[in-house]
Structures are given as structure tokens and as C-alpha cells.
């Protein structure tokens, strides 16, 4: 199972679960305030910097097998600038 974690949460680690924290992730409709995780986001966005951009791309590919991701920005951090992936509408 994966799951995205609230960004500025912290977790313990399980080893049953796949988890990520995106600098944002957007929900349609409700979900727990004392759950952590975010099951069914819908958009992630991610921040590229030069510390991390292996790190990122990895969380951004991670992210196309969640179903319900129906966009994911990657959003430049040295240049003016961001990526879009979207899902077509049957799903790929």
C-alpha cells in the first residue's frame, strides 16, 4: 500500500506501507484530522532543488500508481518554471 503522509508530519517507520511526503498534496472531500496519511490525494506537488532532485524524481514516479493522482507539478526551484503530468481520462 502506498500512502502519501501529511507534509510536515513525522511517522514511525512501517515496513508495511510505502509512504512518501510530498511538499503538497491536494484531497477532494473529507479525511480524518488525526490520520497522518492521505490515501486518495488527487494533486502532488513537489519542489525540485539541487539537493534533492534524485530523491524527487524517484517520489514523482512513485506517485503515477496511485489511482486516484490526477496531476503531479514538479516546480523549479532555480529557474522560473514547472512540469505537469496529468492522467488521460481512462485512466493512463
Given at each position: ?15 508495511q ?14 479525511f ?9 490525494p ?29 496531476e503531479?507539478?514538479?516546480?523549479q ?12 481520462a481512462?485512466g493512463?
Amino acid at each position: 500500500m502506498l500512502c502519501l503522509y501529511r507534509s510536515g508530519r513525522h511517522s514511525r517507520v512501517n515496513a508495511q506501507k510505502n509512504l512518501r511526503i510530498p511538499d503538497v498534496s491536494v484531497v477532494c472531500g473529507g479525511f480524518e484530522a488525526e490520520s497522518q496519511a492521505l490515501t486518495e490525494p488527487v494533486v502532488v506537488i513537489e519542489i525540485l532543488s539541487p539537493g534533492n532532485m534524485r530523491q524527487t524524481w524517484a517520489n514523482v514516479w512513485t506517485y503515477t500508481t496511485i489511482p486516484s493522482v490526477r496531476e503531479i507539478v514538479v516546480l523549479q526551484s532555480l529557474s522560473i518554471g514547472a512540469k505537469l503530468s496529468g492522467r488521460q481520462a481512462d485512466g493512463g
